[in-house]
Structures are given as structure tokens and as C-alpha cells.
């Protein structure tokens, strides 16, 4: 079973700084087959990134996905007061799903 | 466009089994597997399994083996996720969720509350 790690858990950050939240897999995962979503209290998740880098439709360009084998990032390269929220990967394997614990961005 | 809609919230007493539904639309229903996702109060996302719509087939979490039970009605493009021998620590929102081309749907949550 994959396991996924996100860190840090809580990032502290003031608007317009950039947030890096980082997702380690326990083993190697195809970069095809890995989201990264947003959620907010009382909202389902929300598609962000797949395919490890692509932005769902209707994402700002301000969020952006990249890495592979068992490290994956995602950057929000100027926070928005909207952008303060839990952020989760997720693997989609061919079998099963597997989430990240989530990373928490908080206003500093 | 893909839309999944959710039953209603359930208040559900320890012991009883509660059955959320998830109505699927805007694309074939048996080309792709449903999933359920849920997460406890305050807590993270949790797969608990899928269902392949057009075989019935299913695969399970672990950890709820035995107790949840995934169906469908392709008559009516519905999944419906039972989870039986319900705990206080089954209290959360459970979601359906596909993955339709490239892109991963989701309904809009069921919250379940279990509660004596």
C-alpha cells in the first residue's frame, strides 16, 4: 500500500508570499496519477492539479504542480486571502486511492 | 458536464446501517468506477473502496471490510454506498468521487451523524 506524506503540516504565511507544500510517496507512483486538491471548512475537496501538473479547468495560474517518482510539490507562488484553506495529494492508482494527511496554510 | 449528487444527511443510532446515494450524470455510467471517500470531523480524506458500475464489481478498503457494502442501479446511473454495525467514529461526510478521462468528480458530501 502507498503511503503519502505531506509536510509541512501547518505553513504560516502572509498574503502574496509563496507556499511550497511538499507530498512524499512511500514508494515510486506515476506522475499520471497524482491530484492535489483544496479544501476548504464544510466544501468538498477541490481539483487543483493532476496528472501530477496539470491545472484543473478554471485554476489560476498561480497554483502549479510538478515532480515525480516519490516527490511532488505544489506551489502557490502568491497567496490570496482565498488561498488560506487544507491542501491534500492524492494518488489514484490503478486499484485504489490513497490521500495525504494535508498540509494547512494559515494566515501568519 | 459531470455532475454527482448525494443523498441527504442521516442521523444513524451505534448499531444501525445508514445507505448514501450518488446519482451520476453527464457522462456513461458504466464506463467508470465510483469511488466513496469519507472524512471524520476535523480529520482527513479516507478511500474506502470503489465500484466498477458496469460489472459490479468492487474492491474494499481494508479497514472497512465487512461492514460496507457498494451497489449500483445502471437502470437509474446511482451507486449507493451501506455501511453497517455503525460507531460513534463513523460520524462524518461521505463522498463519491470519479474519475471520468483525466479529470476526478466529486459529489457534493453526505454527512452522517451516529449518535445514541
Known amino acids: 500500500e502507498i503511503v503519502l506524506t505531506q509536510s509541512p503540516g501547518t505553513l504560516s504565511l502572509s498574503p502574496g508570499e509563496r507556499a511550497t507544500l511538499s507530498c512524499r510517496a512511500s514508494q515510486s507512483i506515476s506522475s499520471s496519477s497524482l491530484a492535489w486538491y483544496q479544501q476548504k471548512p464544510g466544501q468538498a475537496p477541490r481539483l487543483l492539479i493532476y496528472g501530477a501538473s496539470s491545472r484543473a479547468a478554471g485554476i489560476p495560474d498561480r497554483f502549479s504542480g510538478s515532480g515525480s517518482g516519490t516527490g511532488f510539490t505544489l506551489i502557490i507562488s502568491s497567496l490570496e486571502p482565498e488561498d488560506f484553506a487544507v491542501y491534500y495529494c492524492q494518488h489514484y492508482g490503478t486499484s485504489s486511492w490513497t490521500f495525504g494527511q494535508g498540509t494547512k496554510v494559515e494566515i501568519k | 458536464q459531470v455532475q454527482l449528487v448525494q443523498s441527504g444527511a442521516e442521523v444513524k443510532k451505534p448499531g444501525a446501517s445508514v445507505n448514501v446515494s450518488c446519482k451520476a450524470s453527464?457522462?456513461?455510467?458504466?464506463?467508470?468506477?465510483i469511488h466513496w471517500v469519507r472524512q471524520a470531523p476535523g480529520q482527513g480524506l479516507e478511500w474506502m473502496g470503489r465500484i466498477n458500475p458496469k460489472s459490479g464489481d468492487t474492491n474494499y478498503a481494508q479497514n472497512f471490510q465487512g461492514r460496507v457494502t457498494m451497489t449500483r442501479d445502471t437502470s437509474i446511473s446511482t451507486a449507493y454506498m451501506e455501511l453497517s454495525s455503525l460507531r460513534s467514529d463513523d460520524t462524518a461526510v461521505y463522498y463519491c468521487?470519479?474519475?471520468?478521462?483525466?479529470?476526478?468528480?466529486w459529489g457534493q458530501g453526505a454527512l452522517v451523524t451516529v449518535s445514541s
Open positions: 468521487a470519479n474519475l471520468v478521462s483525466t479529470v476526478i468528480y
Open positions: 453527464g457522462y456513461t455510467f458504466i464506463g467508470y468506477y
